[in-house]
T-cell receptor, first 107, second 121 residues
Framework: DIQMTQSPSSLSASVGGRVTITCQASQNIKNYLNWYQQKPGKAPKLLIYDASHLETGVPSRFSGAGSGTDFTFTISRLQPEDVATYFC?????????FGRGTRVDVK | QVRLAQSGAEVKKPGASVKLSCTASGYKFTTFGLSWLRQAPGQGLEWIGWLSTFNDNTKFAPKFQGRLTMTSETSTSTVYMELRSLTSDDTAIYYCARGQHGYFADAFDIWGQGTMITVSS
C-alpha cells in the first residue's frame, strides 16, 4: 500500500494567518492527490483535487501544490470557520489511502 | 440537489454481518461509481472498496476481500455494502462517497451522512 505521511498532526494559527500542511507519498503518485476538510461530526468535504485544482464553491484562500511524492496544502488567510481536520488522499494505486490528518485550530 | 442518504446506525455482535445502504438522488445513478469508506472513532479515513453502478464491477481493498460484498439496485438508485465476520475492529462510521469522475480511483466529491456501526458483545 502507498503510505501517506502527513504533517504536522496538529497546528494552531491566528485568524488571518497562513497555514501550510505537507503530505509525502511513499512512492510517485504523479498528481493523483486530493485534500479534504472534515469538521466534527460531519462527513469530509473535498477541497482540492488533482493536487492543485480547487473544487467548485471552495474559497480561493485554499490551495494545493506538488507532484510526485511531495505535496503541500495552504490556507492563505485562516478564518474561524476553517477550524477542522484536513486529510490528504492518493488515488494513484489501489487501495486508495489517506494521510492521518492535521487538526487546525485558531489561536 | 445531489445527495447520498445512508441507512441508520446498527449494533452487531462479533461474528455477525451488517448490510448498509446508500441511496443516491439528484443525478444519473449509473454515471458515477460509489465507494465505501470508514473512520474508526478518533481515527483517520480508510477506503473499503468501490462499485460501478454501470456494470456492477467491484474493486476492494485487500484487507476486506473474502468478507465484503457490494451490490446495486438501479431501480431505487441504491448501493449496498455487506461486511461479514465482524469484530470490534470494525466499529466505525461508514461512509458512501461518489467518485468525482465515476471511477474507483478518484476524488470523492459527494458523501453520505455516515452510518455508525458498533460491534460489541
Amino acid at each position: 500500500d502507498i503510505q501517506m505521511t502527513q504533517s504536522p498532526s496538529s497546528l494552531s494559527a491566528s485568524v488571518g494567518g497562513r497555514v501550510t500542511i505537507t503530505c509525502q507519498a511513499s512512492q510517485n503518485i504523479k498528481n493523483y492527490l486530493n485534500w479534504y476538510q472534515q469538521k466534527p461530526g460531519k462527513a469530509p468535504k473535498l477541497l482540492i483535487y488533482d493536487a492543485s485544482h480547487l473544487e467548485t464553491g471552495v474559497p480561493s484562500r485554499f490551495s494545493g501544490a506538488g507532484s510526485g511524492t511531495d505535496f503541500t496544502f495552504t490556507i492563505s488567510r485562516l478564518q474561524p470557520e476553517d477550524v477542522a481536520t484536513y486529510f490528504c488522499q492518493q488515488y494513484d494505486t489501489a487501495p486508495l489511502t489517506f494521510g492521518r490528518g492535521t487538526r487546525v485550530d485558531v489561536k | 440537489q445531489v445527495r447520498l442518504a445512508q441507512s441508520g446506525a446498527e449494533v452487531k455482535k462479533p461474528g455477525a454481518s451488517v448490510k448498509l445502504s446508500c441511496t443516491a438522488s439528484g443525478y444519473k445513478f449509473t454515471t458515477f461509481g460509489l465507494s465505501w469508506l470508514r473512520q474508526a472513532p478518533g481515527q483517520g479515513l480508510e477506503w473499503i472498496g468501490w462499485l460501478s453502478t454501470f456494470n456492477d464491477n467491484t474493486k476492494f481493498a485487500p484487507k476486506f476481500q473474502g468478507r465484503l460484498t457490494m451490490t446495486s439496485e438501479t431501480s431505487t438508485s441504491t448501493v449496498y455494502m455487506e461486511l461479514r465476520s465482524l469484530t470490534s475492529d470494525d466499529t466505525a462510521i461508514y461512509y458512501c462517497a461518489r467518485g468525482q469522475h465515476g471511477y474507483f480511483a478518484d476524488a470523492f466529491d459527494i458523501w453520505g451522512q455516515g452510518t455508525m456501526i458498533t460491534v460489541s458483545s
